[in-house]
């Protein structure tokens, strides 16, 4: 009778299965500049349709792409959400980028049902753009901000200046 209870509770209520594991690293070719940001979020540079096609295998939910429209390539929202996988386009560069972009992006990285995130650009500059402000924004020193930024892919000046614009734009508490 025991072992009844002990197979229907089983059957019932298996055993969870963890998440797939966002990779740790991914063949520069296919994915530049892939980097673990956190737990459920990886910044990059621009993926070939190839790698995308591989985004829902190694575990992700979620494309966050803030490339313009006229970078192209075309075709990445078709690829992506072919695979059942959500995308998501909020387009910058560093003259456009603002806080409302910003948080944005925040909103979705924080969201536990969008993770695993791949949250990419053309090469991860504006990514690390990104990623600085929101460390900012979240009471992080501007060089500290900076640091992380660099981490996640942050180079150009243009982009460095865009960070500096918008957290000194942000009231200090």
Known sequence: ???????G????FPASTPAPRVPDSMDPVAVPNYA??????AAAGQPTPDALRQLKTQGFRTVINIRTEAEGPKGEEEIVKGLGLRYVSIPVTPET?????????AKLLDDPE????????ASSNRVGGV???????????????????????????AMV?????LLGSVPKP
């Open 9 to 12: 509770g089983l059957l019932l």
């Open 36 to 41: 673990v940001l956190r737990p459920g979020v």
């Open 161 to 165: 200046q865009a960070v500096r614009r």
């Open 131 to 157: 990623i600085a402000v929101i460390e900012g924004l979240a009471g992080k020193s501007l060089e500290e901000a900076e640091v992380a930024g660099r981490k996640a892919g942050l180079h150009s000046p």
């Open 114 to 121: 969008a993770a695993p995130v791949l949250f990419h650009c």
């Open 97 to 105: 980028l603002s806080l409302e972009d910003v948080r944005a992006v």
């Open 1 to 7: 009778m025991i072992l009844f209870w002990l197979i």
